[in-house]
T-cell receptor
Framework: EAGVAQSPRYKIIEKRQSVAFWCNPI?????LYWYQQILGQGPKLLIQ????????DSQLPKDRFSAERLKGVDSTLKIQPAKLEDSAVYLC???????????FGPGTRLTVL | QKEVEQDPGPLSVPEGAIVSLNCTYS??????FMWYRQYSRKGPELLMYTYSSGNKEDGRFTAQVDKSSKYISLFIRDSQPSDSATYLC??????????????FGQGTRLTINP
């Protein structure tokens, strides 16, 4: 079974620029999560999708972050405009219906200069 | 006060030692308790999962939950250099529609020295 795929793996941008991350969850997994992990901290949930509907986005900075999950499969997370404090690893995870286990992708490491 | 507190370490022990990792929490609504392991430049992977007070053992790993004290632990016996990683405790909160939300601790960076 293929794992959660994310791209790009690394991204360096200037502040005020835009950036987008892509996630392909494990096939058949209805729930998809985006986390932000700042260096030295645990992952923080940004947004959770159930199929293509949003379940929780209470910690998503909606003035600059947006996310979508088209057709309930792949998802993109966008930051526009980026700030220095957005430098972090952005992790995507997915979960099947019959399990409580979240499977994480390798993450995208974002550096904002 | 953070909902989940975890000592970030770093923790360095010799090979073969018993390792004890701990987290405390403040939210009584947490339902499930997990330990994730994260190797450098990788995503977290689930190590242990439990939902009740008591001990759960899996090979060299034992997860312990004390809901009355709001305290969870992970013990690693006969530690190996390959156990060197960051260990994250995580706790689940119920959301609408039967969904769950994970709240992670800060992570403890562990090094096992050969």
């Amino acid at each position: 079974e293929a794992g959660v795929a994310q791209s790009p793996r690394y991204k360096i941008i200037e502040k005020r620029q835009s950036v987008a991350f892509w996630c392909n969850p494990i096939s058949g997994h209805a729930t998809l999560y985006w986390y932000q992990q700042i260096l030295g901290q645990g992952p923080k949930l940004l947004i959770q999708f159930q199929n293509n509907g949003v379940v929780d986005d209470s910690q998503l900075p909606k003035d600059r972050f947006s996310a979508e999950r088209l057709k309930g499969v792949d998802s993109t997370l966008k930051i526009q405009p980026a700030k220095l404090e957005d430098s972090a690893v952005y992790l995507c995870a997915s979960k099947g219906f019959s399990t409580d286990t979240q499977y994480f992708g390798p993450g995208t490491r974002l550096t904002v200069l | 006060q953070k909902e989940v507190e975890q000592d970030p370490g770093p923790l360095s022990v010799p090979e073969g030692a018993i390792v004890s990792l701990n987290c405390t929490y403040s939210n009584s609504a947490f339902q499930y308790f997990m330990w994730y392991r994260q190797y450098s430049r990788k995503g977290p992977e689930l190590l242990m999962y439990t939902y009740s007070s008591g001990n759960k053992e899996d090979g060299r790993f034992t997860a312990q939950v004390d809901k009355s004290s709001k305290y969870i632990s992970l013990f690693i016996r006969d530690s190996q250099p390959s156990d060197s990683a960051t260990y994250l405790c995580a706790m689940s909160l119920p959301l609408i529609q039967g969904a769950q939300k994970l709240v992670f601790g800060q992570g403890t960076r562990l090094t096992i020295n050969p």
